[in-house]
């Protein structure tokens, strides 16, 4: 049986993405999850996550009440809000204290009881058990090997796991390769492409991919 343990180089990695979320980008990221004018390449980014956000919360229930939902990187909740109005029992989480303000301050103020801030780890014991967790574009950053542990955690406490990895396209590797020859300062944490074929996690799904400009995600579901 695999250690479900986070390692060191899943501490690193979190602590390397919660910088660069509580730094730089936090405005990047609240106008981008707004309504506010954004450039061609960002309505690309924006659209793609829109449509991966429907996507993914289509897999679960119409009527979510009496059931509690782990949103895994809530960012700047948006689909916080979507499962809290179908009447799930919220936990939204995000290791950038800042994306957690933001959400919170943008919640419905109706919705705002049914949905409990957390600024932390996804895959925090405590946070207890969950009839589906969604974790959208939070998985991005790890090496296969701490993705599959985190699922694992997840799929312990959970009916279902619905997430997103960044697909092992011409295109996405192109950027991957690129983006190495600038210094690690001038740029956001690197996702890693993965083939979720080779990923060695016990009833895992394709569900789709969403593909807008500058944004490529693969939406991916472990039943358990």
Not at 44 to 59: E, I, K, N, S, Y
Request: proline residues 5%.
């Amino acid at each position: 049986m695999r250690d479900l343990a986070p390692s060191a180089s899943y501490d690193a990695t979190r602590t390397r993405v919660a910088g660069y979320f509580d730094g730089s980008a936090t405005r990047v990221w609240e106008r981008l999850t707004s309504d506010a004018p954004v450039s061609r390449i960002r309505q690309t980014v924006r659209a793609g996550r829109d449509a991966m956000r429907a996507m993914m919360l289509a897999q679960l229930p119409g009527d979510l009440r009496g059931a509690r939902v782990l949103d895994a990187g809530c960012g700047t909740g948006a689909a916080s809000a979507e499962l809290a109005a179908r009447g799930a029992d919220v936990t939204a989480i995000d290791i950038s204290p800042r994306l957690v303000e933001i959400a919170r301050a943008r919640m419905p103020e109706g919705l705002a009881g049914r949905v409990d801030f957390r600024a932390g780890d996804m895959l925090a014991p405590e946070l207890g058990r969950f009839e589906h967790v969604i974790a959208m574009d939070s998985l991005i950053y790890y090496t296969r090997p701490d993705l599959e542990v985190a699922l694992d955690s997840l799929a312990a406490r959970a009916g279902q796991v619905v997430f997103t990895v960044a697909p092992r396209t011409p295109l996405l590797m192109a950027m991957f390769n690129a983006g190495k020859i600038f210094p690690r300062a001038d740029r956001s944490p690197v996702m890693i492409p993965q083939d979720w074929r080779r990923l060695d996690v016990a009833g895992l799904d394709r569900v789709g991919r969403i593909s807008r400009g500058f944004y490529i995600s693969e939406c991916l579901r472990v039943a358990t």
